[in-house]
């Protein structure tokens, strides 16, 4: 199925070395992928690999557990074997959990070198414990808890303190010749978000995840991340995203998505093209919208659906997409591909158009 849509040039991607994170690749061209942390407590098996499942069902490519404790730990090899997704072990402060992680078989591990003391004297041997696992290590560095050193330096978690700090701790690794490395540079602010993160592309090859930490609840964590992936995606910055809200791993992962398919970085899925309505609007657009975007939920097809409150820009934006409705007097008329189909009452609007992308894609099949 084919929209209707102007074509828009690709964005440029900039060059970056490719790491293996189990089967997903990332940087060097690959595709940008979505990640997301499980909030279930890792010990807990069943109900991790539970939220697994949803999350993988929602269009995530890699996951991420905390680590916190020993229970945790012991818990990683029967989640690994069992993850549709390839699993990184977050450990923060317990160098000691990174050597047990790698030997879970997680397929990359994240540390926080700002938070694990002995990191400088350990760096060695976790390259050493990761080269010959073949696993890469992502070195994420966050504003809450940057290096002390650093911020002794710099005064502050600025952009440049966060990536050198970032960038230390990746020589560290190349001085015994690991090279398997991605990194993060997260602020809560975009604006030294995005300062830090293009400082980091500037200063390394490293493939770069991007993430603005601690983004705050839904709407306004979405929009946060959407600006600033949003910049640096368009400058070509950026391999792998992680949307940070106060909201279940399903939304970020939701939001991530929608952010790379607004940017024509991932394939479309389904778009429902619907208007904010007016003072000519002669429907509840809002909840027509809302009962659309339900009863689309899960179609398999990447269809673009225009729901329009008026006649005013109902026809038009309505022949656009492959299929749409222009509603008005009490009506529903139904487009298909640009024609009038026909004409509906408002309570049958969801179901007819629901019919005709079934139809429109059946159709489209045999063909
Ligand atoms: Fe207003 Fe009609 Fe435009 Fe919707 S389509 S915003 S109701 S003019």
Same mark, same amino acid.
């Given at each position: 199925i084919q929209s209707l849509g102007v074509p828009v040039a690709a964005l440029p991607r900039r060059r970056s070395r490719r790491i293996q994170v189990g089967k997903v690749a990332v940087g060097g061209g690959a595709p940008i992928t979505v990640q997301t942390m499980t909030t279930t407590r890792t010990s807990d098996v069943d109900a991790t690999l539970q939220q697994i499942a949803q999350i993988t069902a929602a269009g995530c490519d890699i996951v991420r557990l905390a680590v916190p404790t020993a229970d945790d730990v012991a818990a990683l090899p029967l989640i690994v074997a069992k993850s549709p997704l390839?699993?990184?072990?977050?450990?923060?402060?317990?160098?000691?959990? +990174?050597?047990?992680?790698?030997?879970?078989?997680? /397929?990359?591990?994240?540390?926080?070198? *700002?938070?694990? !003391?002995?990191?400088?004297?350990? +760096?060695?041997?976790?390259? &050493?414990?990761?080269?010959?696992? *073949?696993?890469?290590?992502?070195?994420?560095?966050?504003?809450?808890?940057?290096? #002390?050193?650093?911020? &002794?330096?710099?005064?502050?978690?600025?952009? %440049?303190?966060?990536?050198?700090?970032? $960038?230390?701790?990746?020589?560290?690794? &190349? &001085?015994?010749?690991? #090279?398997?490395? !991605?990194?993060? +540079? !997260?602020?809560? =602010?975009?604006?030294?978000?995005? /300062?830090?993160? #293009? $400082?980091?592309? /500037? #200063?390394? =090859?490293?493939?770069?995840?991007?993430?603005?930490? %601690?983004?705050?609840?839904? $709407?306004?964590?979405? +929009? !946060?991340?959407?600006?600033?992936?949003?910049?640096?995606?368009?400058? *070509?910055?950026? =391999?792998t995203i992680r949307v940070s809200i106060s909201a279940p791993p399903t939304e970020q992962v939701k939001a991530a998505n929608h952010i790379l398919q607004s940017l024509g970085l991932r394939p479309r899925e389904l778009e429902i093209v619907s208007c904010p309505g007016c003072g000519r609007v002669q429907v509840d657009i809002h909840q027509l919208a809302a009962r659309v975007e339900a009863a689309f939920e899960g179609f398999p097809y990447p269809l673009r659906v225009a729901v329009m409150g008026c006649v005013v820009n109902g026809p038009g934006e309505a022949r656009e997409a492959d299929l749409g409705v222009s509603s008005g007097n009490g009506k529903g008329q139904i487009f298909v591909k640009g024609e009038v189909v026909r004409t509906v009452p408002e309570y049958q609007i969801v179901d007819a158009l629901l019919e005709e992308a079934t139809a429109l894609t059946e159709n489209a099949t045999e063909q």
């Open positions: 390839p699993v990184i072990a977050d450990i923060h402060f317990q160098s000691r959990y +990174v050597f047990a992680a790698i030997d879970a078989g997680c /397929a990359a591990v994240r540390v926080n070198p *700002g938070n694990i !003391k002995e990191f400088d004297d350990r +760096v060695g041997d976790i390259a &050493e414990a990761a080269a010959s696992a *073949g696993i890469p290590i992502r070195v994420g560095v966050n504003a809450g808890s940057l290096d #002390r050193r650093m911020l &002794e330096r710099h005064g502050a978690p600025t952009a %440049e303190a966060l990536v050198d700090s970032a $960038l230390h701790e990746a020589a560290l690794f &190349e &001085e015994h010749g690991f #090279r398997d490395l !991605k990194i993060a +540079v !997260k602020h809560h =602010d975009p604006r030294t978000m995005i /300062a830090a993160n #293009r $400082l980091l592309a /500037a #200063r390394c =090859d490293y493939p770069i995840h991007l993430g603005v930490t %601690e983004a705050g609840p839904l $709407l306004q964590g979405t +929009v !946060k991340s959407a600006v600033a992936f949003g910049i640096l995606l368009a400058e *070509g910055i950026g =391999d």
